[in-house]
């Protein structure tokens, strides 16, 4: 991958990678950071490690608005690579203010073409597309996030009796529990 990304290009990649690792590993980002880790094209960049703690402590957070946006994936059917894409994307998009949303986009793009899928890019580009209208408008997508996931998780008790006899609640990767939202509260509480 050597001279293919330069700049701050090459900082996000750096950051993805050290993403990777993380979740790969169930550890933090300064975890990684402070053993063995490993990153191309030499020296790890300060806006990638910037990035990479950045999306790292607003992870739970992150995490509620990609639930909330693709319904049809849950997190944990999702490649290890994509979400970390969308997540540094969405921290790009939400958290710093010189990045526009269209460059978060194009960026993410092209990380997914070069550490994803086939698949990658198009999926990419349609979830955080999703996302970008709202992030435009000024919503606060992790709000919009823990309302959606709190009311696709709200118990069947409020449904009619005949309904909740009729067929069992989905489960499953792509439902939705307490324990998917409950971070969100602590995270953004802050």
């Not at 993410?108 to 698949?119: C, Q």
Request: glycine share 6%.
């Amino acid at each position: 991958m050597s001279g293919r990304f330069g700049g701050r290009t090459l900082a996000r990649a750096q950051a993805l990678q050290l993403l990777f690792q993380a979740d790969v590993n169930n550890r933090t980002v300064e975890e990684v950071l402070s053993g063995d880790y490993a990153i191309s094209d030499g020296p790890l960049d300060p806006y990638g490690q910037e990035l990479a703690l950045g999306v790292d402590s607003r992870r739970y957070a992150i995490d509620a608005v990609i639930r909330a946006s693709s319904a049809s994936w849950s997190l944990s059917r999702m490649p290890i690579v994509d979400r970390n894409i969308l997540r540094l994307a969405l921290y790009e998009m939400v958290e710093e203010d010189d990045i526009t949303v269209a460059v978060a986009i194009d960026e993410a793009v092209e990380l997914a073409k070069a550490f994803g899928t086939d698949e990658s890019p198009r999926f990419i580009n349609g979830v955080l597309g999703s996302i970008a209208a709202d992030v435009n408008a000024g919503v606060d997508v992790y709000e919009k996030a823990r309302q959606v996931l709190h009311a696709a998780a709200k118990p069947q008790a409020d449904a009619p009796e005949a309904e909740t006899d009729a067929a069992p609640a989905a489960e499953g990767p792509d439902s939705v529990d307490a324990a998917d939202v409950a971070p969100v509260a602590d995270d953004t509480a802050e």
